[in-house]
């Protein structure tokens, strides 16, 4: 029995070494040699001995001029395990810990993809879905504190309205592309950020009927699309958001003249005739006008 006890203690110990064995190198074995196995575990994509190999490095060679290399390694390996929180705690420990390093930039542009990839995530709470968007718009905002007039703000901005636009928060969405087009009005990104705030207006137009505000934006955003592109479905987009605020005009002055209050209700017909000149309501107004204008001129003596 004891022979049996001790052939499966020998047993289970050679599968520890075995399992461990790709990371035993030399004590001999300098930061350099260290790095360069996890490098090529990371080609092979072997994350998990890959990112031990790195950390290695990382805790026991602080000063080594590598030591960045291998912290980029590390957070690497766990964006290929798809840990994307765990690489990014690390890529602010290596910014905190190296903030003038050469590799700032591609630090942030890891982290801007992190953001990025975390705002389309998906997760279970309770087996229950639910989405990753606020851990990816934190990240993201991180990005944008790091480097305000970087290359990337613009980009990490119009990603986090990207990420409120796919889940349904026009209203935080549009916000989002109002920064871009404030802060940053020389970015590539200002024509797609005006159009996605079209978007969202439309979008709030459907669920807010008595609130104009959203309608007046659209049509903004449409009329300068128009003017850029020349496009005309763009033109007739704009033209039925016209029709929407010179109708919202039009039968307040209905309402008022339904109340007796005459001098209202002309003031709302002259302002769909001055606004909206090329709309029907403009028209109607009109004929409401003269109808309105004889009248009087029947009662003068």
């Known amino acids: 029995m004891r022979r049996v006890v001790r052939a499966l203690c020998i047993a ?12 035993l190198l030399g004590a001999e074995e300098s930061p350099q040699q260290v790095l360069a196995a996890a490098k090529q575990s990371f080609d092979q994509k072997d994350y998990a001995r890959a990112r031990r190999l790195a950390e290695r490095v990382v805790e026991g060679y602080p000063a080594s001029p590598i030591v960045v290399d291998a912290w980029l390694v590390m957070a690497d390996s766990m964006i290929g395990a798809e840990d994307l929180s765990g690489a990014f705690e690390q890529c602010e420990k290596l910014l905190a810990a190296h903030p003038q390093t050469k590799h700032r930039s591609a630090i942030l542009r890891r982290e801007f993809e992190i ?7 998906r997760g279970r709470v309770l087996f229950i879905p639910v989405t990753r968007l606020q851990d990816g718009v934190r990240v993201l905002e991180r990005v944008i504190e790091h480097a305000p007039f970087g290359t ?4 990490a ?13 026009y209203e935080g969405a549009r916000e989002q592309y109002d920064r871009l087009l404030k802060q940053y009005p020389n970015s590539e990104l200002v024509i797609r950020a005006r159009v ?3 978007a969202c207006n439309e979008k709030l137009v459907e669920g807010a009927q008595y609130d ?21 479905q763009l033109a007739a987009q704009s033209r039925e958001l016209r029709d929407v605020l ?20 002309v003031r709302y017909m002259r302002s769909v005739i001055k606004r909206y000149p090329d709309s029907e309501y403009a ?15 029947e009662e003068i003596p």
């Open 12 to 23: 289970a110990g050679a599968a520890v070494l075995a399992g461990t064995a790709g990371d």
């Open 115 to 121: 953001g990025d990839a975390l705002t389309v995530a």
């Open 152 to 155: 990337l703000a613009d980009d």
């Open 157 to 169: 901005v119009f990603a986090i309205g990207e990420g409120y636009f796919r889940n349904g928060d």
């Open 196 to 198: 996605r705030r079209a």
């Open 212 to 232: 104009l505000r959203p309608v007046e934006d659209a049509k903004s955003d449409m009329d300068t699309l128009v003017r850029m592109s020349g496009n005309e």
């Open 246 to 265: 010179a109708r919202s005009d039009y039968e307040s002055g209905l309402f008022y003249f339904r109340r007796t209050n005459i001098e209202a209700g």
């Open 283 to 297: 028209d109607r107004a009109q004929r409401i006008l003269a109808l309105i204008s004889a009248a009087e001129s």
